[in-house]
């Protein structure tokens, strides 16, 4: 019988999470970035500062997208790390 089953558990979610937050963060930072740059581009006259504004939007977007993936699969590992550790800790 393997000891700790909801640690396994909660690896596997926080697995499906990153992914899941990776590809809905760059889908919303596409969609905000065109947003903004709509919006901006109605209220000024100047049509290069839009397209500079939706731009810098969606590179932050993909930026924060990437921290949150790259931090939910961290800690996915570190599950899998304690798990790891106490089995070898059991054994010796």
Do not use: C, K
């Not at 499906?16 to 889908?27: D, N, P």
């Not at 699969?73 to 304690?82: D, G, I, K, M, V």
């Amino acid at each position: 019988m393997q000891r700790y089953p909801f640690l396994r558990f909660a690896a596997g979610v926080l697995r499906v999470l990153g992914w899941v937050a990776l590809v809905l963060g760059i889908i919303g930072s596409i969609g905000n970035g065109i947003i903004i740059g709509m919006t901006m581009g109605e209220m000024l006259d100047f049509p290069f500062v839009n397209i500079l504004l939706g731009a810098m939007v969606m590179i932050a977007g993909f930026i924060g997208s990437f921290l949150v993936w790259l931090f939910l699969l961290a800690s996915r590992e570190l599950f899998h790390l304690l798990i790891d550790v106490e089995q070898n800790t059991r054994q010796e």
